[in-house]
């Protein structure tokens, strides 16, 4: 009989015992075509930003050319400026950011809750789907949408400062348009990574925080560290990424007394004074992941008492 300190998950994994060998539980993935997706909807406001330096400044600035040192091209190029600025930072941007943004991130809630749904109803032998709870995720999609509405709609703020530095003091250096054209074309770059590093991290944070909640809901208490077992992780020396941060390859290897590389999901890892470190936040464009820990399925806590 059920004792009131277990949780249903446990009451249901021994229900289940007899019918269950081991199972192994799979870490559950950011959805990657909701990531393109994403990502492709950000660098798209790169690409229409560029175009509108492309066709309407790149032209002021070759018309002015001969007028450099006589500072005579300022009304045009700040006309320029201030036209801009007030489209990319309109109120009307903003909602339009809102609405485009609340496609991927459900679709990746849904994505996550899915898998991590098909990886425990299977380790388990029964579907738990009724034992979900809606108010922790809600909070976590609430917040997420915030985060992601300001992270997008700060691309063109920090893609019209980039371009005033490069274009006011290639204009009063007297340097060529060509010149000052091809470092906007790599101020462009710059945004273009930068949208795609928001979007692969936005979806890992929201898949971690979604992952985290689900698990907590049924009462999983642990997870095992898995990060992506290659040189951008380890930073090996040899490799190709050297300079690598080592931080998750060490959390992963290391035993706090439940095991290697496991954690609780309520306190994560601790490393060289930071805390409450957790697979996928780790730092920014972290690719590990959590595999949830079920006693009796896939582990056995080396502290319970007999």
Known sequence: MANQNQTSLQVLTEMNQEMMKKRSLKAVKPPEDIEAEYRGYMQSIVREMASEVKAGLLPIIKRNKSNYI???WADDVTAFFEAFRAKW??????????VQVQRPLSMAESSTTAQFLKNVNKAVGVDVSGMLKREGVDAIMTSALQENVSLV???PDEYLKRIESIVYSGMQQGRYPTAIAKDLQEATGVSWRRAKLIARDQVSKLNSAI???RSQNLGIEYYRWSTSSDTRVSGNPSGKYPKAKI?????SKAD???GQGVYSYKHGADYAG???LHPGTAHIGCRCRRVP???GVNWENPNKKA
Do not use: A, P, Q, W
Not at 247 to 251: E, F, G, L, N, T
């Open 70 to 72: 006589k500072d005579s």
């Open 89 to 98: 930072t309109s109120l009307l941007f903003r909602n339009k950011v809102r």
């Open 153 to 155: 709609t700060s691309l």
């Open 211 to 213: 992952d985290s909640e």
């Open 247 to 251: 931080k998750c390859y060490m959390i």
């Open 256 to 258: 706090n007394g439940f």
């Open 274 to 276: 930071e805390n409450n």
């Open 293 to 295: 820990l079920i006693e």
